[in-house]
């Protein structure tokens, strides 16, 4: 629409939810703003994500990714999922989303707990499945914990993760499948693990 037919379309709107009882939204000048006392899930999850963050080694950063993780609500505006408008908000959310399960699965290591760390970095794969590092870590934890199933399942699924991109499994997936192999898979691990081969460039879209 044109700009003097918008506007006047954009006031119709606003009259309606006024006359509706949803003071949502309100104008500002010559700009739309949210009504006072009116809050976005969204936008609460990323403020607060951001404070952990970016202070994630501070005492109570895992106590911090806990709270913001409640305010999560899953992907952002999922009917729109096709809307270039709305892909970079979607983007960013999820990447914080995924970055507090990387800090509560190091936080559950940290406090000897290494099924809640497994839990989260499969929380974490499901939600960003191209990254392998994840898929290892989780089945070097795995081994440890005597789950050879679950482990080599994940192994697989890096294996198949680095295939997409060309790559083929480093060092560290070779050294995770030699002690899954082992008839000792709880045996000691190789004093320094390198990384896993990562990916160069972005990541592919999935759409």
Not at 18 to 26: K, M, S, T
Not at 43 to 62: M, Q, S
Not at 149 to 167: D, H, I, P, S
Request: with cysteine; hydrophobic share 40%.
């Amino acid at each position: 629409a044109g700009l003097a037919e918008g506007r006047k379309g954009v006031r119709n709107v606003l009259a309606r939810l006024q006359r509706a009882g949803a003071r949502v939204l309100a104008r500002d000048g010559e700009a739309i703003r949210l009504a006072d006392g009116v809050s976005v899930d969204a936008i609460a999850f990323k403020n607060t994500a951001d404070r952990v963050l970016t202070d994630g080694g501070r005492d109570g950063a895992a106590q911090g990714a806990r709270f913001a993780l409640a305010r999560y609500r899953g992907e952002f505006l999922p009917d729109d999922r096709y809307c270039d408008w709305a892909d970079g908000m979607r983007q960013r959310l999820r990447r914080r989303y995924v970055a507090l399960l990387d800090l509560l699965a190091t936080d559950a290591l940290r406090r000897g707990e290494p099924l809640e760390a497994v839990t989260l970095l499969e929380m974490a794969i499901e939600t960003d499945p191209d990254d392998d590092a994840r898929y290892v870590q989780a089945a070097d934890l795995l081994v440890d914990l005597g789950r050879r199933g679950r482990a080599a399942a994940m192994l697989e699924r890096a294996r198949a993760t680095l295939r997409e991109f060309g790559l083929e499994p480093g060092r560290t997936w070779s050294q995770v499948q030699g002690r899954l192999a082992q008839p000792d898979a709880t045996s000691a691990r190789p004093a320094e693990a390198p990384s896993v081969p990562r990916r160069r460039g972005p990541v592919p879209s999935r759409r």
